[in-house]
Every structure is written in C-alpha cells, then in structure tokens.
C-alpha cells in the first residue's frame, strides 16, 4: 500500500529543497501518495493567510506530512504558520536529533543528542498585548491591582504560559524515547532560579514524571549553564527535554554543534499526526539558485521512514546520505571548508547524487 503524505512545500527555498527530498524518497522504491497542499507568503497575498485551512484539512486526513519551511515576517503581527500548524494539529512535541556525521565540519565528533521541545505552549502561546490597546490598558491595571508592579504603558506584554498537562506529555514523551530508543539519560533544561513559578512549575512536574521511569537517569540543567556544557562537554548528554522557547534556541546550538543547519532534522509530533520538517527556516536570500542544501530535509525524511514503519528504506536513505557527506565531492557550499568553494554542488545536484547512490 503506498503512504498518503501531505507535501508542503512551504516558501523560500522550501519548494526547492522539498523537490529534492520527494526525489530521494521515492528512489527508496517506497511507494508515496503525494497530496501536495501550498502553505506560505504566497497564499498571504491570494488568501490572506499563510496556511489556508486545507492544509490542516489534508494533514488531518493522511496523518502525516513533510513540510518545507515558511517564512515569518518579523514583528508584523502575522502568526507564524509554523507555531500554528504546530498548534491546530496539537503537534505537542519536537524531536530535533544533533548527530555528526564523518565528513561533516565539526569542531566535535560523536556527537548524537535529543533534544526534545515542548511545541504548543510557553512563549510561543500567542498570548501578547501590543500597547496602546484597550486590552493592553486592562492587563496592565490587572498586574497593578495583583502585584506591587506599576508597568509602563509605553510596553508590550507576552504570557509565558506553562501547565502541568502539557508539561507531563512532553516528559513522558522524551523518556518514553528514551526507553524505546536504548539512550540512558533525560535531562530537563529550565530557568527556575529566576521564572520561579513558570520554569518552577515544570521542573517539580518533570521530576514527578521522572519517578515512573526508574530505568532512565534523571537529571535537570539550568539553560544558560546548559549552552555552556553543550559547548564545552556535549558528549555528557543525551535526551533533553525543554520548554517551547530554550528547546528552539538550544536546537539551532546543536545544529551549529554537528556542522550547521544544512544537516539537522525535525518532527514534530501529536497523538494523531506528524509533521517532518527541517530545524532551518526558508532562508530566503537564497530562494531559486539551487544553492541551499536539502539534506536536513532528506534527514526528516529519514525520520517520516521510520514513522511510517519503513524500517529498511530509512536505513538505506541514512547510508547513501552519510555516504555523501563522508566523501565531501557533491555536497552544497555549507559543507565545504570555504562557503564559495568552486567545487560545490546545488540542491538538485545532491538529490542526484544520493539518488544514484541508492540505486547502486
Ligand atoms: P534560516 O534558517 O532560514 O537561515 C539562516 C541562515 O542559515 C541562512 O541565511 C543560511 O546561511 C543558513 N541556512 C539555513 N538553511 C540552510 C540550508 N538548508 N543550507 C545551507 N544553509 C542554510 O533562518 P532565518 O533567516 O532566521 O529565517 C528565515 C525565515 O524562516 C524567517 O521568516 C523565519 O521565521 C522562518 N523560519 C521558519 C521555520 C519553519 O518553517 N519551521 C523555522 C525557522 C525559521
């Protein structure tokens, strides 16, 4: 039976980089349905928003999608389609694993962490008030009436939102990864010595979840000390948990840990859907040169294999990718030892070389 997957090849460089992972997926031999369905600045202009409701609609149908990344124009009260994709679809966790691969230019070897972020809540809620609004004036007299705080209306506010549920659900979901994954270790990053009640409130639930999984070491960082030990001892690591804003910023640390965004993957993960994408956005400076490397997008393809249970085929397109990489020859400007390097390929030209690599 082949798979029904939804296509989104998002904006940017999205569409480039999702031709060429359609590419090396359907070279497995793995049969697909494609629904391809248009997410981005594209459907702004025609629609009026970036993720017209028949995306959802479609992923809600075939259960999982493989999505290119959509750009967000910063500041301009525009929701992200991602965050909003991410929270209709109720997509609660996002699994980014940093591996290194031979060939890949790191400053470290074996590295293989995940991090697991919290994906519907915290800082990413959406709760905001812009100032000068009716709404922004209430609030303001709420926290004056509540609290010893006399805000400036010259301000905007945004709601750090945690709670026990979804704080649970994502600590149970990395040791359960954990567990069904042979890693050792779950290790819960907050800032609970300054967000006392927020970060206080997740760290006291991860270690209540903690207590269920006396097979798997429980340990918790405080996320500044944590950039400083990924950078200094990463090797000490192995599945870390976070709340939606630390486990963004600490995600793109480890890509930049492994050799860069070009390489680092993503899913986002719910009780009924999956969504596969990269962990970098739509770099769009670049969008239409062939120039920005697919291979963090064939990577999340590697993921989407394994979800769908397409054990051997995920195997076959992880070889032929770290074959690539290894031998350095068609790989995109971000792997070279200099970014304009003359021998580098483009993204069309990776998807060939890989494709030929799996019909070997
Ligand atoms: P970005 O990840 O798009 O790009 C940052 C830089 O990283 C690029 O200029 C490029 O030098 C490098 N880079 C990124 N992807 C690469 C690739 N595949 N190959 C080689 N080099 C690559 O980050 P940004 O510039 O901060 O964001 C651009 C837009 O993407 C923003 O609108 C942002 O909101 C959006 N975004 C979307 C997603 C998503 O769709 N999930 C994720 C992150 C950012």
């Given at each position: 039976?082949?798979?029904?997957?939804?296509?989104?090849?998002?904006?940017?460089?999205?569409?480039?980089?999702?031709?060429a992972?359609?590419r090396?997926?359907?070279?497995?031999?793995?049969?697909?349905?494609?629904?391809?369905?248009?997410?981005?600045?594209?459907?702004?202009?025609?629609?009026?928003?970036?993720?017209?409701?028949?995306?959802?609609?479609?992923?809600k149908?075939?259960?999982?999608?493989?999505?290119?990344p959509?750009?967000?124009?910063?500041?301009?009260?525009?929701?992200?389609a991602?965050?909003?994709?991410?929270?209709?679809?109720?997509?609660?966790?996002?699994?980014?694993?940093?591996k290194?691969?031979?060939?890949?230019?790191?400053?470290?070897?074996?590295?293989?962490l995940?991090?697991?972020?919290?994906?519907?809540?915290?800082?990413?809620?959406?709760?905001?008030f812009?100032?000068?609004?009716p709404?922004?004036?209430?609030?303001?007299?709420v926290?004056?009436?509540?609290?010893?705080?006399?805000?400036?209306?010259?301000?905007?506010?945004?709601?750090?939102?945690?709670?026990?549920?979804?704080?649970?659900?994502?600590?149970r979901?990395?040791?359960?990864?954990?567990r069904?994954?042979?890693?050792?270790k779950?290790?819960?990053?907050?800032?609970?010595?300054?967000?006392?009640?927020?970060?206080?409130?997740?760290?006291?639930?991860?270690?209540e979840?903690?207590?269920?999984?006396?097979?798997?070491?429980?340990?918790?960082?405080?996320?500044?000390?944590?950039?400083?030990q990924?950078?200094?001892k990463?090797?000490?690591?192995?599945?870390?948990?976070?709340?939606?804003?630390?486990?963004?910023?600490?995600?793109?640390?480890?890509?930049g840990?492994?050799?860069?965004?070009?390489?680092?993957?993503?899913?986002?993960?719910?009780?009924?859907?999956?969504?596969?994408?990269?962990?970098?956005?739509?770099?769009p400076?670049?969008?239409?040169?062939?120039?920005?490397?697919?291979?963090?997008?064939?990577?999340?393809?590697?993921?989407?294999l394994?979800?769908?249970?397409?054990?051997?085929?995920?195997?076959?397109?992880?070889?032929?990718?770290?074959?690539?990489?290894?031998?350095?020859k068609?790989?995109?400007?971000?792997?070279?030892?200099?970014?304009?390097?003359?021998?580098?390929?483009?993204?069309?030209?990776?998807?060939?070389?890989?494709?030929?690599?799996?019909?070997?």
């Amino acid at each position: 039976m082949p798979h029904a997957v939804t296509l989104i090849p998002g904006d940017g460089t999205g569409p480039e980089i999702t031709e060429a992972t359609r590419r090396v997926l359907e070279a497995t031999g793995v049969k697909f349905v494609w629904d391809v369905r248009r997410a981005g600045a594209e459907m702004l202009e025609k629609y009026g928003t970036v993720l017209p409701d028949d995306v959802i609609e479609s992923i809600k149908r075939t259960k999982v999608g493989l999505k290119g990344p959509i750009t967000t124009p910063v500041g301009r009260g525009q929701r992200s389609a991602n965050v909003t994709l991410r929270k209709k679809l109720d997509l609660y966790a996002n699994l980014r694993p940093a591996k290194t691969y031979p060939g890949l230019r790191s400053r470290y070897e074996n590295i293989d962490l995940i991090i697991v972020r919290e994906n519907t809540e915290d800082l990413y809620a959406g709760i905001e008030f812009q100032r000068g609004t009716p709404e922004h004036e209430e609030i303001l007299e709420v926290i004056s009436r509540c609290t010893s705080h006399q805000l400036d209306s010259n301000s905007a506010l945004s709601v750090k939102y945690i709670t026990v549920a979804a704080t649970r659900r994502i600590v149970r979901f990395a040791f359960e990864y954990a567990r069904a994954n042979g890693r050792r270790k779950v290790t819960a990053v907050h800032k609970a010595n300054i967000m006392r009640l927020s970060d206080g409130l997740f760290l006291a639930t991860a270690h209540e979840v903690a207590k269920e999984f006396s097979d798997i070491q429980f340990e918790d960082r405080i996320v500044d000390n944590m950039c400083m030990q990924l950078v200094q001892k990463p090797e000490l690591y192995d599945v870390l948990v976070l709340p939606n804003l630390y486990g963004d910023i600490i995600s793109d640390l480890s890509a930049g840990l492994i050799g860069g965004l070009g390489v680092a993957p993503g899913a986002n993960i719910g009780s009924q859907c999956a969504v596969f994408e990269p962990v970098h956005g739509s770099a769009p400076k670049y969008a239409g040169q062939n120039k920005v490397n697919p291979m963090a997008m064939m990577f999340s393809g590697v993921m989407m294999l394994r979800h769908l249970g397409e054990r051997e085929a995920a195997h076959r397109l992880e070889r032929a990718l770290t074959h690539i990489i290894a031998e350095g020859k068609y790989v995109t400007y971000d792997l070279k030892p200099r970014p304009d390097d003359p021998t580098s390929v483009g993204t069309s030209q990776v998807a060939d070389a890989v494709i030929e690599r799996l019909h070997r």
